[in-house]
């Protein structure tokens, strides 16, 4: 079964530093890889998605992530980080076929300091 | 895109006691997927409905404690029966569309139990 890590638990950065959030995945083969974002007492906003191509996605906000297969990993960027970018930021995977649900990871906490 | 209509948004219930949680999509789908978020925590899987068949629960959630109705494509119903406060989550409801390359979330049912 596929599963997902996002090794940190919360990151803390500062207003205009550059953001990374790191998500590895476990499966036999090239899973679709979403990240989702959650703000608090909010629900699930896509941020961005991939399926197959270009290893470098754009998402909305001024996200981007990068597919690598040999690491198995789908991280998630932002060059400058903004204070309303402080949410809950979820990595999520499903197999490439037919009608199956989204295994998340438990997540990653963002706060932003001034 | 897909929109989900989640009922209730919100609600406090007193343990013991039942709560239905409904879901309804503006277009037929195949699958829906029911999802619990615990406070502080990511999503996990409930179970997937499908229309016309018992509902397929994941490992740790079973049919009496969360039994889940799928009449027809654009419906689907969670019960969460007997509830303690440990049931205090966020239910989401989910489906996908266009061979499964767009996922959709609805808001939550953000239930409190007292």
């Known amino acids: 079964a596929q599963s997902v890590t996002q090794p940190d638990i919360h990151i803390t950065v500062s207003e205009g530093a550059s953001l990374e959030l790191r998500c590895n995945y476990s499966?036999?083969?090239?899973?679709?890889l979403f990240w989702y974002v959650q703000s608090p007492g909010q629900g699930l906003q896509l941020l961005l998605k991939y399926f197959s191509g270009d290893t470098l996605v754009q998402g909305i906000k001024g996200f981007e992530a990068e597919f690598k297969r040999s690491q198995s990993s789908f991280n998630l960027r932002k060059p400058s980080v903004h204070w309303s970018d402080a949410a809950e930021y979820f990595c999520a995977v499903r197999v490439n076929s037919g009608n199956t649900p989204l295994v998340f990871g438990k997540g990653t906490r963002l706060s932003v300091i001034a | 895109s897909a929109v989900i209509s989640q009922k209730p948004s919100r609600d406090i219930c007193q343990r013991g006691t039942s709560l239905t949680i409904q879901c309804q999509v503006d277009s037929q789908v195949t699958m829906m997927f029911w999802y619990r978020q615990q406070p502080g925590q990511s999503l996990t899987l409930i179970a997937t409905?499908?229309?016309?068949?018992?509902?397929?629960?994941e490992s740790g959630f079973v049919i009496d404690k969360f039994p889940i109705s799928r009449p027809n494509l654009t419906f689907s119903t969670l019960t969460v029966s007997n509830m303690s406060p440990e049931d205090s989550s966020i239910y989401l409801c989910s489906v996908s569309r266009d061979s499964g390359n767009t996922i959709y979330f609805g808001e939550g049912s953000w239930l409190t139990v007292v």
């Open positions: 409905a499908n229309q016309g068949s018992e509902a397929t629960y």
């Open positions: 499966y036999g083969a090239t899973p679709y």
